[in-house]
Nanobody
């Protein structure tokens, strides 16, 4: 079993920055990939960024060049640096971990206001 705890969400102005963090605990040895998804009201949940155990990353086209996913000092702690934020980035952001199963955090709200 894996538990995920997110932090760093909040309210930010257009063009500003936020840094989200996620720490995994439990059966962390089973995790092969971690990432961030987001879901805006009335929209489907979408992948924002992911990172594998060997450091390979993947980004949604909408955030390329603005967001960066990285590992923390602990392998199963990840960060999402979000720069040049836009109103359309407003969503609940969920940390995920995938191994034998897929696990989800509780989500953290990111609101970008003009």
């Amino acid at each position: 079993q894996v538990q995920l705890v997110e932090s760093g969400g909040g309210l930010v102005q257009v063009g500003g920055s936020l840094r989200l963090s996620c720490a995994a605990s439990g059966s962390i040895f089973s995790i092969a990939l971690m990432g961030w998804y987001r879901q805006a009201p009335g929209q489907q949940r979408e992948l924002v960024a992911s990172i594998t155990n060997d450091g390979s990353t993947n980004y949604a086209d909408s955030v390329k060049g603005r967001f960066t996913i990285s590992r923390g000092s602990a392998r199963f702690k990840i960060n999402l640096q979000m720069n040049s934020l836009k109103p359309e980035d407003t969503a609940v952001y969920y940390c995920s971990a995938e191994g034998q199963y897929i696990y989800w955090g509780q989500g953290t709200q990111v609101t970008v206001s003009s």
